[in-house]
C-alpha cells in the first residue's frame, strides 16, 4: 500500500476512533433514568460513579459497554487491517473517551475503556492487570487507588515490553500501553497522591 493512502487510512481510524470513544455510555444510561452524572456524585460520567449514583447494577452494565466500547472496534480493525491499525483506533477511543468532544472536553477516566482496547491487541496484560487490581482492592477496598495500581503495571509491562523484555507483546504495543497506560493515569491525580501517600507512609 502506497504512503499516502495508508496514512490516510490511519487519520480516518484516528478520528474514527476518537468520536467513537466520545460517546458516553454513562451518560446515556444515567440521562434514561433522569439523572446527571456531571452533577451528581464525583462529577465523573465514567462507570465507578454510574454504579455510586444510580446503583451497581448499572455501574456493571456502563463498564462493560465501556470495555466493549473500546474491544470491538479494535478487535475488528486488528482483524481487518492489522497491529498499527488498531493500536491507532484503540488509542482513539480512550483518548475520546476521557476528552469526549460531545461532553465539552469532559470524560471517564478510562479504565475500562483502555482495558477493552489493550484486551484486543494484548489479553495477556489485562490477566496481570485485573490480578494486580484484585489484591489491591482486596488489601486497600479503594477503587480509585486499585485501578492506579493496575495502571502503572500495564505501563511497566509496556515498558519492559518495548525494551525488549516481555517477549509476548510486541514492542510497538509495549510503547502503545506506556502512551494508553499514561492518559489513564492523568485522569488520576487524585489517586495518584493518595497512593503514593500510602507507599511513603
Known sequence: ??????????????????????VSPATIV????????????????????????????????????????AYLPTALVLASVGLVGALVVGGAVVLGHVVSPFLRGRGGKGVACAAGAVLAVAPLVVVVAVAVFAVVWAV???????????????????????????????????????????????RHGRNVRAWWARVRG
Do not use: C
Open 1 to 22: 500500500m502506497d504512503l499516502l493512502p495508508l496514512l490516510g487510512l490511519y487519520v480516518a481510524l484516528a478520528v474514527g476512533g476518537y468520536l467513537v470513544g466520545g
Open 30 to 69: 444515567a440521562r434514561s433514568l433522569g439523572r446527571d452524572l456531571l452533577r451528581a456524585g464525583s462529577g465523573n460520567p465514567g462507570a465507578t460513579n454510574a454504579g455510586r449514583v444510580l446503583g451497581r447494577r448499572w455501574g456493571a452494565l456502563v463498564l462493560v459497554l465501556d470495555l466493549l466500547k
Open 140 to 186: 486497600l477496598r479503594v477503587v480509585g487507588e486499585a485501578s492506579v495500581v493496575a495502571t502503572a503495571a500495564v505501563v511497566v509491562l509496556g515498558a519492559a515490553a518495548l525494551g525488549g523484555v516481555v517477549p509476548w507483546v510486541e514492542r510497538p504495543t509495549g510503547g502503545w500501553l506506556v502512551l494508553v497506560g499514561a492518559v489513564v493515569l492523568s
